[in-house]
């Protein structure tokens, strides 16, 4: 049974930085696809970043490239997420997701509220 924890929100200004992580296990961590979605409050789940084993090639959702940016360790089977230049609509919850032999798993999420 794959198990996904994630860690790392909390409460930051605008401007600030926030590094989220997630651990996984009960999966070949190295074949699986990684990634990140949020959710708002009101709003429908949103990808904001991928990463793939190979390469690995990374992806991004267009209103957090350039200021975000997803990594894998695949020898402590950790995924993160650094965000820097935090705006108040980043504030969701973030989900850590895989994909591995066609299945998809999820994290229980970690709450980043962005506000002065």
């Known amino acids: 049974q794959v198990q996904i924890v994630e860690s790392g929100g909390g409460l930051v200004q605008p401007g600030g930085s926030l590094r989220l992580s997630c651990v996984s296990s009960g999966l070949t961590f190295n074949r699986a696809i990684m990634s990140w979605f949020r959710q708002a409050p009101g709003k429908e789940r949103e990808w904001v970043a991928s990463?793939?084993?190979?390469?690995?090639?990374?992806n991004y959702a267009p209103s957090v490239k350039g200021r975000f940016a997803i990594s894998r360790d695949d020898a402590r089977q950790t995924l993160t997420l650094q965000m820097n230049d935090l705006k108040p609509e980043d504030t969701a919850t973030y989900y850590c997701?895989?994909?591995?032999?066609?299945?998809?798993?999820w994290g229980q999420g970690t709450q980043v509220t962005v506000s002065s």
């Open positions: 990463i793939t084993w190979t390469g690995p090639t990374t």
């Open positions: 997701n895989s994909v591995f032999g066609g299945v998809r798993s």
